[in-house]
T-cell receptor
Framework: LAKTTQPISMDSYEGQEVNITCSHNNIATNDYITWYQQFPSQGPRFIIQGYKTKVTNEVASLFIPADRKSSTLSLPRVSLSDTAVYYC??????????????FGKGTHLIIQP | EPEVTQTPSHQVTQMGQEVILRCVPISNHLYFYWYRQILGQKVEFLVSFYNNEISEKSEIFDDQFSVERPDGSNFTLKIRSTKLEDSAMYFCASILLRSSYNEQFFGPGTRLTVL
């Protein structure tokens, strides 16, 4: 299982773009990179997933360099409601569906007015 | 949008008592999971369930824990004799197929307080 490292906390302001970087130096060939968001007292929520280059959806973008040893979650024009913990997970898509997700401590993002 | 539901939202129990936490996964999903999160700590995987049997379990999921899918909709986690350290948020999750296994859909959680 690839170990991930991400900042413990980050601060930003409403309207700014926020980039959270995750390091995963020992990522395996079959591993995908997935980000989840968790608000206090709620379950984690899937944000975005990618394998390489760039993935974009209505919520965020995920940038993955060619060596795949890191990834960056980009949140455009954040608002106060984006204050949450963001988790970077790395795992094998072909795991058969049985594998539980392994969460780290995540990045606590605080958005200020 | 379909969602995972959990009941109760908060359960208070005395140490040594049995508790059953209930989850209704998204209706056409096939894989089911339980996680827990002790206050201020990481979300921890407990168990996965597929085709009416446990697929994988963590070290946390000892003999005090059991899971069951008693009918076509509910998925339950039972703790036989609760301990103080079982106090946590318990999350149920489900996925449709193995090809989307990283996109797990989580419920809102049950807060278990053991006194």
């Amino acid at each position: 299982l690839a170990k991930t490292t991400q900042p413990i906390s980050m601060d930003s302001y409403e309207g700014q773009e926020v980039n959270i970087t995750c390091s995963h130096n020992n990522i395996a060939t079959n591993d995908y990179i997935t980000w989840y968001q968790q608000f206090p007292s709620q379950g984690p929520r899937f944000i975005i997933q990618g394998y390489k280059t760039k993935v974009t959806n209505e919520v965020a973008s995920l940038f993955i360099p060619a060596d795949r040893k890191s990834s960056t979650l980009s949140l455009p024009r954040v608002s106060l409601s984006d204050t949450a913990v963001y988790y970077c997970l790395v795992g094998d898509m072909g795991g058969g569906g049985a594998d539980g997700l392994t969460f780290g401590k995540g990045t606590h993002l605080i958005i200020q007015p | 949008e379909p969602e995972v539901t959990q009941t109760p939202s908060h359960q208070v129990t005395q140490m040594g008592q049995e508790v059953i936490l209930r989850c209704v996964p998204i209706s056409n999903h096939l894989y089911f999971y339980w996680y827990r999160q002790i206050l201020g700590q990481k979300v921890e995987f407990l168990v996965s369930f597929y085709n009416n049997e446990i697929s994988e379990k963590s070290e946390i999921f000892d003999d005090q824990f059991s899971v069951e899918r008693p009918d076509g909709s509910n998925f339950t986690l039972k703790i036989r004799s609760t301990k103080l350290e079982d106090s946590a948020m318990y999350f149920c999750a489900s996925i449709l197929l193995r090809s989307s296994y990283n996109e797990q859909f989580f419920g809102p959680g049950t807060r278990l307080t053991v006194l």
